[in-house]
């Protein structure tokens, strides 16, 4: 048995660190004196504290290593929470990357341009479109998760770019969405809806360029409606004519997107139809 402070020489651990991971529950002492409540650890104590500084050095968090010391039982075991914490360090950095993008478009205004396009408004009829559809509530980039579903099931039945529906006017954190793809011919499953959505009259816009600067593009025909008193209705659609692939992302630059706001038609006022 050690003693605490030759516990703290062997592990490198503080007896400061040693008292905290105490008081954690993390590195209990195996045997405490009751006359005076000294501290005596064993060999068991001793390669549970070798697993804490290695994770320490990996830099697990402390409540990512009492999920270890929680449920890991072998090295065998180890590996699988270190694979997991690689993925989690690389989507971080995947995020860190991102992040420095959007702050090298603030530090050079040219590569900006592109967000401040010349916006043309125009008004049009669409047609009805049969669709299958899935509709959830998620994130927007959620989108991603579902796309492949419907195109394994519609196949050769697919007719016309994907678009999205909108429900909610305003932006959220958990969105209503219905994701389309327009078919041939009603096609459902138990997971996916075949319908007809019905003509609308809708204000629309070209957008092109990254999905994050689609606000630009909604904020001039949002602009347009108020400046012609026109009711926008949902769902808003957004029409995919050029986007990432199902593999690769490309370019965002060059994505292109129409985007869809229904109106209310002077017949349909004080009806409180909207445009779905």
Not at 195 to 211: F, M, N, R
Not at 222 to 241: G, M, Q, W
């Amino acid at each position: 048995m050690y003693k605490i402070g030759d516990f703290s020489k062997i592990t490198n651990l503080t007896v400061k660190a040693l008292r905290y991971y105490d008081g954690e529950n993390m590195l209990t002492p195996s045997y405490r004196d009751e006359e005076n409540s000294y501290r005596y650890y064993d060999e068991s104590d001793f390669e549970k504290a070798g697993l804490i500084v290695l994770l320490r050095n990996l830099d697990f968090s402390i409540s990512e290593i009492k999920d270890v010391l929680d449920n890991c039982g072998n090295i065998a075991d180890l590996s699988y929470y270190l694979e997991e914490k690689k993925n989690m360090i690389e989507r971080k950095i995947d995020e860190e990357k991102e992040l420095i993008r959007k702050i090298n478009l603030c530090i050079k205004p040219k590569q900006m341009e592109g967000i401040f396009m010349n916006y043309k408004i125009n008004v049009k009829e669409f047609d009805p479109v049969t669709v299958a559809s899935i509709r959830y509530k998620g994130k927007y980039s959620d989108v991603s998760k579902h796309i492949g579903k419907i195109y394994k099931v519609v196949k050769g039945n697919a007719l016309g770019k994907p678009f999205n529906c909108y429900y909610d006017a305003e932006f959220k954190e958990n969105a209503d969405i219905e994701l389309c793809v327009p078919t041939r011919k009603l096609i459902s499953t138990d997971n996916i809806t075949g319908k007809t959505l019905p003509q609308i009259k809708a204000i629309c816009t070209t957008h092109l360029g990254s999905y994050e600067s689609l606000n630009f593009a909604y904020k001039e025909l949002l602009d347009y409606a108020i400046s012609h008193n026109i009711k926008c209705l949902t769902p808003f659609r957004e029409v995919y004519i050029k986007g990432p692939g199902m593999i690769f992302k490309g370019n965002p630059n060059k994505f292109i997107t129409e985007i869809i706001i229904p109106f209310e038609q002077e017949a349909s006022r004080g009806k409180g139809k909207t445009g779905l």
